[in-house]
């Protein structure tokens, strides 16, 4: 079973809409996907990811449908949590 990914930062745009994401993998290698890849793979099951909010980690989820998809934790969606600015 592959390791879960770690979600690290966010990218913004100047209006403050989600662009990507990046992390680490299992491995601690670096990656970078945009918002819309990552719903794509962890819908297609391709990768599993995680955030950590207050110390505890959160599986993330894809909920919704066809344009509607969007990542998910049992805390609230990944778009609102407090990550931090990706540099």
């Not at 100047?14 to 662009?19: F, I, K, M, T, Y």
């Not at 509607?68 to 969606?77: A, E, I, K, P």
């Not at 949590?81 to 990706?86: A, S």
Request: charged share 20%; net charge neutral; glycine share 12%.
């Amino acid at each position: 079973m592959p390791h879960a990914c770690k979600i690290e930062c966010v990218t913004r745009s100047e209006d403050r809409q989600v662009l990507g994401f990046r992390g680490v993998d299992g491995e601690g290698r670096p990656w970078s996907l945009s918002n819309a890849e990552l719903i794509a793979a962890i819908g297609q099951g391709r990768m599993t990811c995680f955030v950590v909010v207050e110390g505890q980690a959160h599986l993330l989820l894809v909920r919704g449908s066809g344009a509607s998809r969007y990542l998910d934790t049992f805390v609230g969606q990944l778009e609102s949590l407090p990550l931090p600015q990706c540099r």
